[in-house]
């Protein structure tokens, strides 16, 4: 659940109007897509070390990225950021289990 809420709580943070949540891949995967600026693909090994952050105007610490992407490397899982149809992030969390944890570009 902290992975879940973490993924949740920031594709609201940094979405202009619209978040989606969906499931894809035969019922394996959960998305969570915001409609915000996205994560430059550039920056994303970056961002998930704690406190850093793509923008510094919006509040927050830089741990929540940071600490979902922790949880899921425990599990023997990996946390990857793409490009939601919606035009910001897209991540994606397997419902079944931790075995791995990826994101899609859709």
């Known amino acids: 659940m902290e992975v879940m809420g973490n993924l949740l709580e920031n594709a609201f ?15 394996e995967l959960l998305l969570i897509e915001d409609d915000g600026p996205g994560i430059p693909a550039s920056r994303w090994n970056e961002l998930l070390q704690r406190g850093k952050r793509a923008d510094e105007t919006v509040a927050g610490q830089g741990i929540g990225l940071s600490v ?10 990996t946390l990857e950021a793409g490009r939601s149809t919606l035009g910001g992030a897209v991540v ?3 419902v079944s289990g931790m075995g791995s944890l990826v994101a899609c570009q859709i």
């Open 68 to 77: 979902a992407h922790e949880i899921i490397t425990l599990y023997g899982g």
């Open 92 to 94: 994606a969390y397997p």
């Open 13 to 27: 943070k940094y979405a202009n109007s619209k978040v989606r949540v969906s499931i894809a891949g035969n019922g």
